[in-house]
């Protein structure tokens, strides 16, 4: 059974006090100051933020142990305290090959500072072995887990919304669509949802044959009923009723802007509510930048509770 097992981020090496020292942060925090002038006009004073990445990161293991996959694998970003906080679970690109959270460290920690808890999780990616179906799997594990705990950081805990940039987009939404057809040996069971948040992603994987047949281990001609369970097209009418956020840049190079637009119609088509934000003169990497997407994810995640 694959198992999800806390790790302690730092141990002291002087074994003083209960052996353990405080989570690290991750730099700066990104919230601006807070300014107050004196009611003569004259006087301003500055006080500077708390942290915002507390509590977190935190490490885990969720792969077998035979397996040697790098540890940082579920990083955990969030309010200095404990609150009434949105959670993400958010997934890195990559083109299925490669990636990790730190591709996405930036805008989990931008998003901590504005009142979310963000589990940055990662996967398997084929450069470590993974393929399709455990990939998904890999990614509704981390799903599940995050609705497991995400009452040690929020006071309302509540399925989170899960989401992720270019690959990591498809196979959270597949997670999210079809929560009961990915769960694997994960003991956490399926992963329940309750929005999705896509940047940039690859969804309709058919247009994408001759790049990711790697995943599958086979061409679509010779392996259709394999693809057809990654395509998350598959899934849109028996889809999970969640609410989606879709992002996408005009400037893309990589994925076509017109696969978000797809997407889009086919389940507002399945009576889904749908989101659709086009961005003007973006890029595929310019879409996980907080400065570009903060305020349109921060209302989403709002909106679902």
């Given at each position: 059974?694959?198992?999800?097992?806390?790790?302690?981020?730092?141990?002291s090496a002087c074994g003083g006090g209960?052996?353990?020292?405080?989570?690290?942060?991750?730099?700066?925090?990104?919230?601006?100051?807070?300014?107050?002038?004196?009611?003569?006009?004259?006087?301003?004073?500055?006080?500077?933020?708390?942290?915002?990445?507390?509590?977190?990161?935190?490490?885990?293991?969720?792969?077998?142990?035979?397996?040697?996959?790098?540890?940082?694998?579920?990083?955990?970003?969030?309010?200095?305290?404990?609150?009434?906080?949105?959670?993400?679970?958010?997934?890195?690109?990559?083109?299925?090959?490669?990636?990790?959270?730190?591709?996405?460290?930036?805008?989990?920690?931008?998003?901590?500072?504005?009142?979310?808890?963000?589990?940055?999780?990662?996967?398997?990616?084929?450069?470590?072995?993974?393929?399709?179906?455990?990939?998904?799997?890999?990614?509704?594990?981390?799903?599940?887990?995050?609705?497991?705990?995400?009452?040690?950081?929020?006071?309302?805990?509540?399925?989170?919304?899960?989401?992720?940039?270019?690959?990591?987009?498809?196979?959270?939404?597949?997670?999210?669509?079809?929560?009961?057809?990915?769960?694997?040996?994960?003991?956490?069971?399926?992963?329940?949802?309750?929005?999705?948040?896509?940047?940039?992603?690859?969804?309709?994987?058919?247009?994408?044959?001759?790049?990711?047949?790697?995943?599958?281990?086979?061409?679509?001609?010779?392996?259709?009923?394999?693809?057809?369970?990654?395509?998350?097209?598959?899934?849109?009418?028996?889809?999970?009723?969640?609410?989606?956020?879709?992002?996408?840049?005009?400037?893309?190079?990589?994925?076509?802007?017109?696969?978000?637009?797809?997407?889009?119609?086919?389940?507002?088509?399945?009576?889904?509510?749908?989101?659709?934000?086009?961005?003007?003169?973006?890029?595929?990497?310019?879409?996980?930048?907080?400065?570009?997407?903060?305020?349109?994810?921060?209302?989403?995640?709002?909106?679902?509770?």
């Open positions: 059974m694959r198992k999800l097992i806390p790790l302690l981020v730092l141990v209960n052996g353990a020292a405080p989570p690290p942060t991750t730099g700066p925090p990104p919230t601006p100051v807070t300014t107050t002038a004196s009611t003569q006009g004259t006087t301003t004073t500055t006080t500077p933020p708390p942290a915002t990445t507390a509590p977190g990161p935190v490490r885990l293991d969720h792969f077998l142990a035979e397996e040697s996959y790098g540890p940082d694998l579920v990083e955990v970003y969030g309010p200095p305290e404990v609150g009434p906080w949105p959670v993400l679970v958010l997934f890195h690109g990559g083109g299925w090959v490669t990636g990790s959270p730190s591709d996405t460290a930036s805008l989990a920690n931008e998003l901590a500072a504005r009142g979310v808890v963000v589990y940055n999780a990662s996967y398997r990616t084929m450069s470590e072995g993974g393929a399709f179906p455990q990939m998904v799997e890999d990614v509704a594990c981390a799903i599940a887990y995050a609705g497991s705990t995400a009452g040690t950081y929020t006071t309302t805990p509540r399925p989170p919304a899960t989401g992720g940039h270019s690959a990591g987009a498809h196979l959270s939404l597949l997670a999210a669509m079809a929560p009961e057809a990915f769960v694997g040996d994960c003991e956490y069971g399926p992963a329940a949802v309750e929005g999705f948040i896509g940047l940039a992603g690859p969804y309709d994987i058919d247009r994408l044959a001759g790049l990711i047949a790697p995943l599958f281990g086979a061409s679509l001609e010779d392996a259709p009923e394999r693809w057809a369970a990654g395509n998350p097209f598959t899934y849109v009418d028996t889809s999970a009723d969640i609410d989606y956020l879709i992002i996408h840049g005009t400037e893309d190079e990589l994925v076509p802007v017109a696969l978000s637009e797809q997407l889009s119609t086919a389940l507002e088509g399945a009576g889904r509510r749908v989101s659709l934000e086009i961005i003007e003169g973006e890029t595929h990497g310019g879409v996980i930048e907080p400065v570009v997407v903060n305020d349109v994810v921060v209302a989403f995640l709002e909106s679902l509770r």
